[in-house]
């Protein structure tokens, strides 16, 4: 073969020259499409006021991150994360439609403890919002659809559609997130009535109630935690699913339940919110007082931040630049969530661009904080006229492109390393069952239940009879139910066992799983004689499933032990509803059977309602979305985007002799029934805007005619003008614009500004 100098002493020098260049040129592209290796980012921690006794370091940064909205830590203890570039790129949120999301891989490659390689594992995304590592592979969001994909280490091998209606409708900042693997081995969703779970070669996706906004967690027991914007800490008082199996009952007091005992903020600064001119939204100061973009609740289960914190409930606040603290506090079955601190918060930032949207139990016990470091965090379908302004007085829409990970850890803990957990076997796994540390024992049962290896059934079956560890025990129960092999057998030994009401609990709830169905035999005696063995333990976790259970069992011995238990504890009303979501069908019966003078009225009315739901057909519980929609104001603007924005700009200043401004017009915040008519019939001459006149060299065409625009488009349209351009929250109704359209359907000049007069 010849050498490339001999080869080039038969060519010219100006080939030679292109050649050189050309391998050059080539050598600068083949390396910068390497993955970075080595790159450098701003560590410092100064802006953050931390408590005392704590530390927080930067574990990842831009340039290795660009808008992050979610991560999932894999068996290495690597970062994926979901990138949303393309979500309010600029005030104007502009091309809101491009394909620009990503899962990105981020690798501490020298063990320093920050990230410094990022490698894009998927890329071309639509607005994902939701990852989570399941069943040996990835899961993710993409526009609508939520998907899985098998890994060979970073590679993807193969994609399975796992919902095509993950998003069924709604804001971004409305669409499901948070993707949780819990307890019971469902997967549930914030923003979601969908679970999911694998199982027998297949994706399962059954209803489950919708929960809060943005954000998910679970506590040891496995009850979810959420909230929205408003309210900080919202909790289901039982394990999911539990008290809607009675698809005619209206559940009110188990679940959705607003625990916090305070929204109130306090920031460093001044904060720039959506409706800061309403009266009590800030203080003398210009701070936010209470939370209006409250997002991921985390119920903290790590060790990282010493004692006292273990299921705390930590909560972001973007819009305050904070995190918050809750202490949770139970008492007779009921949770509440007490500020942990009088006038100050756990984590203050002095910078407004720290946006904290997402925390995490971190594999090493700290907690994690995922930052989407965004000046604009407000969709531009939701901004106000204020909000725009204050932005724009900021510099806050300048500020993109970037995104940061911290990790807090109490300052004796700052050395802790997180497990390899990539090639543990299945004994290894089933010993970390029982470890201190709830990330590990939530993973180690995860990962036996992906693995499907029954050779493991002993190991678990011995770990559940030891009660001196009821978590240990509590998991172990569920991963045998992830591997279908509880058994009859081990379930009346446990009964036997002096056990800790977290299991006994769980005992009731396993009974259901047993293969045989409780008929009159001897394991339906045993079960009743463990049942009347519960009642007296007069535990209200007991005693909500005992009242569950009890209704779904046949027999007047059932039947008798139910009305006893619901006497015993009349005031308790998570029982009562757990009573009638497991007597679906059987209401009459169980109404029949409660004495006569019994002090239960409010039992009774509810048993009722749901007899009178059952016969008129009128089902309260969730159900499985069947198509899409779009939420009123994304809607809107959407087609103001199409139809108004390149006369009247996306900023709804106008354009000179092409259109007026809507911003501030009394035509958009005034008369609802004016700003109808101008839109369905259009406008011609000049116009007065907020006393300045404007000579248009363009008529404004009405839309009444265009076959495209239903009269629910335009109530949309008009809907986001009032949000984004006025102070008006006056509601406009699509039956408002057919009432119009119906009473100017023979009309077809345009108005003129003296006409509009009459309906101001």
Same mark, same amino acid.
């Given at each position: ?19 050189? =260049? ?25 802006? $953050? ?128 997130? !948070? ?29 489950? =109630?919708?929960? !809060? ?6 506590? +040891? ?69 209470? $939370? =209006? ?23 972001? !606040? ?27 918060? $756990? ?36 901004? +106000? ?41 299945? +004994? ?90 409780? =008929? ?167 116009? +007065? ?12 065409? !009405? ?23 006025? $102070? ?33």
């Amino acid at each position: 073969m010849q050498s490339t100098s001999s080869f080039t002493r038969y060519l010219p020098l100006r080939s030679i020259l292109f050649l050189y =260049t050309l391998l050059f040129s080539l050598l600068i592209l083949i390396s910068a499409c390497q993955p970075p290796t080595d790159i450098p980012f701003d560590t410092s921690t100064d802006e $953050f006021i931390l408590k005392p006794g704590f530390a927080i370091q930067t574990v990842a940064a831009e340039p290795l991150l660009d808008s992050p909205m979610a991560f999932s830590f894999d068996k290495k203890g690597r970062i994926w994360v979901v990138e949303l570039p393309g979500y309010m790129r600029d005030i104007d949120g502009s091309e809101q439609q491009r394909p620009d999301g990503k899962v990105v891989l981020l690798e501490d490659t020298n063990q320093d403890g920050y990230m410094d390689k990022r490698s894009v594992i998927l890329d071309q995304l639509e607005a994902p919002r939701a990852i989570l590592h399941a069943y040996g592979g990835l899961m993710y969001s993409d526009g609508t659809e939520l998907w899985w994909a098998r890994l060979d280490d970073t590679r993807v091998t193969e994609k399975v559609l796992v919902d095509s209606l993950y998003v069924v409708g709604g804001n971004i900042e409305h669409q499901p997130n !948070g993707l949780l693997y819990n307890l019971d081995n469902w997967i549930y969703s914030a923003k979601s009535n969908a679970r999911y779970r694998y199982q027998g070669g297949q994706w399962l996706r059954e209803a489950t =109630t919708s929960r !809060g906004q943005w954000g998910l967690s679970n506590d +040891t027991q496995g009850r979810l935690y959420y909230n929205n914007n408003s309210v900080s800490v919202m909790a289901d008082l039982m394990m999911p699913n539990l008290l809607i199996q009675n698809p005619y009952q209206k559940v009110k007091k188990g679940l959705k339940q607003n625990i916090g005992t305070s929204n109130r903020l306090y920031a460093y600064q001044a904060t720039a919110v959506n409706r800061g001119y309403q009266d009590g939204v800030l203080d003398e100061e210009g701070k936010i007082k209470n $939370f =209006t973009s409250a997002c991921s609740p985390l119920v903290f289960t790590g060790d990282g931040l010493g004692e006292g914190f273990h299921q705390d409930v930590f909560v972001c !606040g973007p819009e305050g630049n904070l995190v918050k603290r809750y202490h949770l506090q139970e008492k007779e079955g009921l949770t509440q969530a007490v500020p942990a601190y009088d006038s100050t918060e $756990f984590l203050v930032s002095k910078e407004e661009t720290f946006r904290p949207v997402n925390l995490y139990n971190g594999p090493d016990g700290a907690l994690y904080i995922l930052d989407l470091r965004k000046g604009v965090i407000q969709h531009r379908a939701y901004m +106000t006229s204020y909000l725009r302004k204050q932005i724009l007085n900021r510099g806050l829409d300048s500020i993109n492109g970037l995104g940061r990970i911290y990790r807090v850890v109490a300052e004796e803990h700052l050395e802790a390393k997180a497990r390899d957990f990539s090639q543990m076997s299945t +004994t290894e796994l089933s010993d970390l069952l029982a470890s201190q540390l709830a990330y590990e024992r939530n993973f180690a049962q995860q990962e036996l239940v992906y693995r499907q290896e029954k050779s493991i059934v002993p190991l678990l079956e011995a770990l559940a009879l030891q009660s001196d560890q009821p978590y240990a025990q509590l998991h172990a129960l569920w991963t045998l139910e992830g591997l279908d092999a509880f058994s009859e057998s081990l379930w009346l030994q446990m009964i036997e066992m002096d056990n800790e009401p977290l299991i006994v609990a769980q005992l009731i709830r396993f009974s259901g799983f047993l293969a045989k169905a409780p =008929t009159e035999s001897d394991l339906l005696a045993q079960q009743m004689a463990f049942f009347q063995k519960a009642v007296r333990a007069d535990h209200p976790l007991v005693l909500r499933h005992l009242a569950l259970r009890l209704g779904q069992i046949p027999g007047e011995e059932a039947l008798a032990l139910l009305v006893e238990l619901i006497g015993q504890r009349p005031g308790d009303p998570v029982l009562r509803e757990a009573a009638i979501s497991g007597i679906g069908g059987q209401e009459a019966r169980v109404f029949a059977a409660l004495p006569a003078n019994a002090p239960l009225p409010t039992f009774q009315n509810q048993l009722q309602q749901v007899m009178i739901n059952r016969k008129a057909g009128e089902k309260k519980g969730p159900k499985l979305a069947q198509q899409t929609y779009k939420d009123n104001r994304t809607a809107g603007f959407n087609l103001f985007n199409t139809y108004c924005s390149s006369c009247h700009g996306l900023d709804g200043m106008g354009k000179d002799q092409l259109a007026p401004p809507l911003l501030n017009s009394e035509y958009v915040g005034g008369s609802k029934d004016r700003l109808i008519l101008l839109t369905l019939n259009g406008l011609y001459g000049p116009i +007065t805007v907020n006393g300045k006149r404007y000579e248009m060299n363009a008529v404004m065409p !009405g839309i009444k005619n265009n076959p495209e625009l239903s009269d629910k488009d335009i109530a949309d349209l008009l809907i986001f003008l009032r949000n984004s351009f006025s $102070f008006s929250s006056t509601y406009i109704s699509e039956a408002d614009v057919a009432r119009w359209r119906v009473a100017t359907r023979d009309r077809e000049e345009l108005f003129t500004e003296e006409e509009l007069k009459q309906y101001e």
